[in-house]
């Protein structure tokens, strides 16, 4: 068995079957995730999806766009829903920019 830390998110597959967790640095293993907590291994399928988007959307927007990439997620990964761990991170439009232009400035 190799070390904790290495995982290989097989259930994916095509081009998506070889990405990175980059929260974690993982790197590939069979199919599971392992973490260490508190010194104790621990294996768990984990899926993780971490969304940017731009602040402004009410919570139950919120709510109904983690809602539906949770289904997504366990219908096409084949895995559990309460297993899908998904990160928001809202930024200011000031934060942000496209093609050299901040979008609070248009």
């Known amino acids: 068995m190799g070390s904790p830390g290495l995982a290989d ?4 597959s095509g081009a998506n079957r ?3 967790a980059d929260a974690f640095r993982c790197k590939r293993k069979y199919g599971k995730i392992r973490l260490l907590n508190n010194g104790h291994k621990e294996e768990e399928t984990m899926p993780l999806v971490h969304i940017e988007l731009l602040e402004g959307r009410t919570p139950e927007q919120l709510k109904g766009l983690v809602q539906d990439v949770t289904a ?3 219908k096409n990964a084949n895995v559990p829903e309460e297993r899908i761990h998904i990160v928001l991170s809202e930024m200011k439009p000031d934060h942000y920019a496209v093609g050299g232009t901040l979008k609070s400035e248009g």
Request: hydrophobic share 70%.
């Open 9 to 12: 998110f097989s259930f994916f």
């Open 18 to 20: 070889n990405f990175s």
């Open 72 to 74: 997504a997620i366990a």
